[in-house]
């Protein structure tokens, strides 16, 4: 190993104003000493002990998340980490693994005291070094905040979007078929003789079937009920050769009663042959039906997805509805809530003025604070988010409220702090609380906690011109 002289720490940038002779100092205090390849300079959770200064070599700095391991930088000769002057740092929160034989010296946390008081210089360069990682770590953290967030975002995404999907592959797959198993019912149609009196009249109830909206909710048990009342009256009269032709009458609302009207206003041998083909109509209204909501689905999330980056604007203030973008952050975290048989309840003032915000900015609050009330609600009985808006004088306030365990009061006044965080590693940076209260004061104005076991509010307090 080779031994460290002062003109050789002069020679690393963090150290080229510093006088020799403070160099030398921190040289006699230091611990010398090298690692091998794969041997850890540090992991998370480790006290550190000093400050270490890479001689020579090379140290890779990674964090595990979701059982993945993430890079975060490579430290090579001449790199200064570890506790640095008036760090609050105590505990490692990443792996630093060798990548090749490395050679360093450690100045231990002991003489920290010692090096403050009595060598301004050399304090003055490691403060320097410690206020570049803070902003460098800092920007990384933020990046990687944002990237989880679009990643949970986009999981759930991919999710809603592949139900509708599916749906219409599988509705006009079925849609399909049954045009191709019409030809027999349309030989029968076409073979019966009708007057345009009696056209017009199928024609009328056709339309009047297919406008008709006012049609009752039923339940399962009623609706079986009257399933088979139909299919007697179906029986009675000789009608058959459709399985869900009682289904599909019950579904647009046609009784006896209709039956019997449209049977005595038809030759009796025309009977059947036409219902049978009002049914096939039913039946392709209900496939194009089922098309059209899956489609208007995939419609609503993109134009949720659309308003929630606030993609075709910029960053400038403007006035809002604040409903707005609430609702789509639970479009957009619809997945989780389901997944988590979550429910909701919106207590929303939908007369509270409008107020002026940067949209974009303002859906990392809600989607900060209603994911992080999700993952509080995992595995709690009776599952329960409540979001709140109303009106207090010139502010309106937010109130995003769970039912799950509370804050333990030994962290609440941790929750805000940069990297503070209670999830497990790889679940969350740390950032997400930061974030809010960041954007908040961007806005001028203030967050606030309320929690006790069964509840946790977080209240987001906004100046209505703000």
């Known amino acids: 190993m080779k031994d460290i002289s002062a003109k050789d720490l002069k020679a690393i940038k963090v150290f080229q104003d510093v006088p020799e002779d403070q160099l030398q100092w921190m040289i006699d205090q230091s611990s010398h ?12 959770g480790d006290p550190l002990t000093g400050t270490h200064v890479i001689i020579r070599g090379k140290i890779e700095l990674y964090r595990i998340q979701n059982n993945t391991k993430l890079s975060i930088a490579e430290f090579h000769t001449g790199y200064v980490t570890g506790m640095l002057p008036f760090s609050r740092g105590k505990i490692g929160v990443a792996f630093g693994q060798c990548t090749e034989l490395t050679q360093l010296m450690t100045f231990p946390k002991e003489k920290m005291r010692d090096l403050i008081i009595s060598h301004y210089e050399l304090t003055q360069a490691l403060v320097i070094v410690m206020t570049s ?28 979007l592949n139900n509708p999907a599916a749906a219409i592959v599988r509705g006009s797959d079925s849609l399909k078929k049954h045009l191709l198993m019409q030809p027999e019912d349309f030989k029968k149609l076409i073979s019966i003789h009708l007057s345009p009196e009696e056209i017009d009249l199928i024609n009328n109830k056709m339309a009047s079937i297919l406008s008709n909206t006012d049609r009752p909710v039923l339940t399962m048990m009623k609706r079986s009920e009257r399933e088979d009342e139909i299919l007697d009256w179906l029986d009675d009269h000789n009608v058959n050769g459709c399985d869900d032709i009682a289904d599909n009458l019950v579904e647009f609302g046609v ?20 219902l049978l083909w009002i049914n096939n109509s039913l039946t392709t209204e209900r496939m194009v039906a089922d098309i059209q909501e899956a489609s208007k689905r995939i419609a609503d999330l993109v134009g949720s997805v659309k308003t929630f980056t606030h993609m075709d604007r910029g960053g400038e203030k403007e006035v809002i509805d604040i409903h707005n973008g609430i609702r789509n952050t639970l479009t957009m975290l619809n997945y989780k809530l389901k997944k988590g048989n979550i429910k909701v309840k919106e207590e929303f003032d939908l007369s509270l003025p409008h107020i002026k915000a940067m949209v974009g900015e303002l859906n990392q609050v809600w989607t900060n604070l209603i994911d992080n ?20 004088r ?15 009061e030994a962290i609440r006044s941790k929750i805000f702090d940069p990297f503070f965080t209670t999830k497990a590693i ?22 606030s906690l309320h929690t006790e076991p069964g509840k946790t509010e977080f209240l987001v307090c906004f100046p209505i011109n703000g």
């Open 33 to 44: 000493y090298e690692l091998q390849e794969g041997e850890y300079m540090s992991k998370p």
């Open 426 to 447: 790889g679940k969350g940076t740390g950032l997400g609380l930061d974030v809010v209260m960041r954007i908040v004061k961007q806005h001028n104005g203030s967050v």
């Open 133 to 160: 990682r803070v902003r460098e770590f800092t920007e990384l953290e933020q990046q990687n905040e944002k990237m989880m967030a679009l990643g949970k975002l986009s999981a759930g995404l991919a999710h809603e």
């Open 373 to 392: 009330a999700i993952d509080a609600l995992e595995n709690q009985p009776s599952p329960e988010l409540t979001i709140g808006t109303y009106l207090d």
């Open 394 to 408: 010139d502010f309106v306030k937010v109130s995003i409220c769970d039912n799950g365990p509370g804050i333990p």
């Open 255 to 274: 009784t006896e009663d209709d039956l019997e009207d449209l049977k005595t206003k038809i030759n009796k041998n025309d009977f059947s042959p036409i």
